[in-house]
């Protein structure tokens, strides 16, 4: 309230109605302002002269009037809601037609809604924070804040989960009284959780114990109360393996064998039973420990004895450890194959007449491997200790060609013999018909008496010159019935017919044998 002008000398007072409002105020020649009025009334102003005191109501009067507020009610809703969802109603709990009612998050206006004279609904907020609404009157202008506010929180979506544990994984000894416990997270303050056997229900709580069979299918199902679980159920189950007890055992291999050649490595390895997840090994030579783990690599020498203990972590073992049967070791040195060659009925033959040679093998390991040659030409399919022929040319040279085995394998040993073929033979003079020859016939004094005698005996053989004059004796044993055996007579003996005689029990054969030099 004020005055457009003033006079100086001049004291101005003002009234609403007859009551003094404030302090006068001194004229200064220009308007004057007696500062803001608040209470309601017909507002009027006097001025006093400062020399005359001489009193003048000056001209007019104003009038203010005090609206009122609009009425406040309380601000409704908001609360929690699960990320992702659609938020939370805000409201007033009444209202008043006519009023215009705006509300804001924070500071920003969402939007205004008109009284109705009953509650209001701003609908469904999703911003996390403070809601506030004022009124506003649009007649007067005048606002007012409504009481209190609705706070909107947004809580996060909790994945429950539960697993199964026994406190020793899925496997368990038998006869074992067995507790699965139920391992949940984002359960809530008070979970749920139930049991089952093959699909059977079977429990209720945190854990559940029984006896296992090998097979059974354990499940669980854990209902979670905490807000915003999603899913709400989740369930787990576990195949249970129940596992018999055992003794650890351990065995172990060489390579390439137990008998190898001298300064050769071998690779041992181990090969465990019911040695479980973390098992542990030992190698020893003797009472020497030279190695762990599941291999072994070393050279040994002749006689040494290698073992392995294992250490078993196996669940249900009776034993906490196991030794393997010891293994001997056979060291051999390298030598080459000695080969000698028999021949039945012997090298000298008549043309066509089948020849058989037997290779004896010394210094050749267990298994050597044979390959037969006639004059330099290995002879297909002849790998075997013996050889037969009876096509053999005169002067052909036959070779048996053997590979050592054993632990120094792979060495070569040969042997070689000159066959000599005749169309010349002289038989028996008796008629006592016999599978013998003497060959060749005529000779220089050296000749092989080869064939069969029927039997095994003893055969005693006899060289006589005409006039009855032993110039050779011997006695020869048959092997399987053949006799293969090189007679020698002296040099000094001459050139002319001598008589052999073969003997053996009741059977004699007699020979005309020529010697010529």
Same mark, same amino acid.
């Given at each position: 309230?004020?005055?457009?002008?003033?006079?100086?000398?001049?004291?101005?007072?003002?009234?609403?109605?007859?009551?003094?409002?404030?302090?006068?105020?001194?004229?200064?020649?220009?308007?004057?302002?007696?500062?803001?009025?608040?209470?309601?009334?017909?507002?009027?102003?006097?001025?006093?002269?400062?020399?005359?005191?001489?009193?003048?109501? *000056?001209?007019?009067?104003?009038?203010?009037?005090?609206?009122s507020?609009?009425?406040?009610?309380?601000?409704?809703?908001?609360?929690?809601y699960?990320?992702?969802?659609?938020?939370?109603? @805000?409201?007033? &709990?009444?209202?008043v037609?006519?009023?215009?009612?705006?509300?804001f998050?924070?500071?920003?206006?969402?939007?205004?809604?008109?009284?109705?004279?009953?509650?209001l609904?701003?609908?469904? #907020?999703?911003?996390?924070?403070?809601y506030?609404?004022r &009124?506003?009157?649009?007649?007067?202008?005048?606002?007012?804040?409504?009481?209190?506010?609705?706070?909107?929180?947004?809580?996060?979506?909790?994945?429950?989960?539960?697993? @199964?544990?026994?406190?020793?994984?899925?496997?368990?000894?038998?006869?074992?009284?067995?507790?699965?416990?139920?391992?949940?997270?984002?359960?809530?303050?008070?979970?749920? @959780?139930?049991?089952?056997?093959?699909?059977?229900?079977?429990?209720?709580? *945190?854990s559940?114990?029984?006896?296992?069979?090998?097979?059974?299918?354990?499940?669980?199902?854990?209902?979670?109360?905490?807000?915003c679980?999603?899913?709400?159920?989740?369930?787990?189950?576990?195949?249970?393996?129940?596992?018999t007890?055992?003794f650890?055992?351990?065995?172990?291999?060489a390579?390439?064998?137990?008998?190898?050649?001298?300064?050769?490595?071998v690779?041992?390895?181990?090969?465990?039973?019911?040695?479980?997840?973390?098992?542990?090994?030992?190698?020893?030579?003797?009472?020497?420990? @030279?190695?762990?783990g599941?291999?072994?690599?070393?050279?040994?020498?002749?006689?040494?004895?290698?073992?392995?203990?294992?250490?078993?972590?196996?669940?249900?073992?009776?034993?906490?450890?196991?030794?393997?049967?010891?293994?001997?070791?056979?060291?051999?040195?390298?030598?080459?194959?000695?080969?000698t060659?028999? &021949?039945?009925?012997?090298?000298?033959?008549?043309?066509?007449?089948?020849?058989?040679?037997?290779?004896?093998?010394?210094?050749?390991?267990?298994?050597?491997?044979?390959?037969?040659?006639?004059?330099?030409?290995?002879?297909?399919?002849?790998?075997?200790?013996?050889?037969?022929?009876?096509?053999?040319?005169?002067?052909?040279?036959i070779?048996?060609?053997?590979?050592?085995?054993?632990?120094?394998?792979?060495?070569?040993?040969?042997?070689?013999?000159?066959?000599?073929?005749?169309?010349?033979?002289?038989?028996?003079?008796?008629?006592?018909?016999?599978?013998?020859?003497?060959?060749?016939?005529?000779?220089?004094?050296?000749?092989?008496?080869?064939?069969? *005698?029927?039997?095994?005996?003893?055969?005693?053989?006899?060289?006589?010159?005409?006039?009855?004059?032993?110039?050779?004796?011997?006695?020869v044993?048959?092997?399987?019935?053949?006799?293969?055996?090189?007679? #020698?007579?002296?040099?000094?003996?001459?050139?002319? *017919?001598?008589?052999?005689?073969?003997?053996?029990?009741?059977?004699?054969?007699?020979?005309?044998?020529?010697?010529?030099?």
């Amino acid at each position: 309230v004020g005055l457009d002008g003033s006079n100086s000398g001049v004291t101005y007072k003002l009234y609403n109605g007859s009551t003094l409002v404030g302090s006068p105020v001194a004229g200064t020649g220009y308007g004057i302002n007696f500062g803001l009025q608040t209470a309601s009334g017909t507002y009027t102003v006097i001025g006093t002269d400062d020399g005359t005191t001489c009193n003048s109501n *000056m001209a007019g009067s104003t009038v203010i009037s005090v609206n009122s507020l609009p009425d406040v009610f309380p601000v409704t809703g908001g609360g929690s809601y699960c990320a992702g969802g659609t938020g939370m109603h @805000i409201g007033l &709990a009444s209202s008043v037609s006519g009023i215009s009612y705006t509300l804001f998050y924070g500071v920003t206006n969402i939007g205004t809604i008109s009284g109705t004279g009953t509650a209001l609904d701003f609908g469904l #907020q999703t911003g996390a924070g403070g809601y506030t609404i004022r &009124a506003s009157n649009p007649a007067t202008t005048c606002n007012n804040l409504m009481s209190g506010s609705a706070i909107v929180d947004i809580t996060p979506v909790v994945i429950p989960a539960v697993t @199964i544990s026994t406190g020793a994984g899925d496997s368990v000894c038998s006869g074992v009284y067995t507790t699965f416990t139920a391992m949940g997270t984002n359960g809530g303050s008070a979970p749920t @959780i139930q049991w089952t056997v093959n699909g059977i229900i079977t429990g209720t709580g *945190m854990s559940y114990s029984y006896y296992p069979v090998n097979g059974d299918m354990v499940g669980v199902t854990y209902n979670s109360n905490a807000a915003c679980a999603t899913p709400s159920a989740v369930t787990s189950s576990a195949a249970i393996t129940v596992l018999t007890k055992e003794f650890p055992a351990v065995t172990i291999s060489a390579n390439p064998g137990v008998e190898v050649c001298r300064g050769n490595s071998v690779v041992f390895t181990a090969s465990p039973a019911y040695g479980g997840s973390a098992l542990s090994y030992i190698w020893k030579k003797g009472t020497t420990i @030279i190695g762990s783990g599941s291999t072994l690599s070393f050279i040994p020498l002749n006689g040494d004895v290698i073992t392995c203990k294992m250490t078993s972590n196996y669940i249900c073992r009776l034993a906490n450890s196991a030794t393997s049967a010891p293994v001997d070791m056979i060291v051999d040195s390298p030598s080459t194959p000695v080969v000698t060659i028999a &021949a039945y009925p012997g090298l000298s033959i008549s043309e066509g007449q089948t020849l058989t040679l037997e290779a004896n093998v010394t210094n050749a390991g267990p298994a050597p491997t044979y390959q037969w040659s006639v004059n330099g030409v290995n002879i297909t399919g002849a790998t075997g200790p013996e050889f037969s022929g009876n096509n053999f040319a005169n002067g052909a040279l036959i070779a048996c060609h053997v590979l050592s085995s054993g632990g120094c394998a792979g060495v070569n040993g040969s042997a070689a013999v000159t066959v000599h073929v005749s169309n010349v033979g002289v038989v028996t003079i008796n008629n006592n018909q016999a599978d013998m020859r003497v060959v060749p016939n005529p000779n220089n004094g050296s000749f092989v008496v080869t064939g069969t *005698m029927g039997s095994d005996n003893e055969v005693s053989l006899e060289v006589t010159d005409l006039i009855g004059q032993v110039v050779y004796k011997t006695a020869v044993l048959p092997k399987n019935g053949l006799i293969n055996e090189q007679v #020698q007579l002296t040099k000094s003996i001459a050139n002319g *017919m001598y008589i052999l005689n073969l003997r053996s029990g009741s059977d004699n054969k007699v020979f005309h044998v020529v010697v010529e030099r």
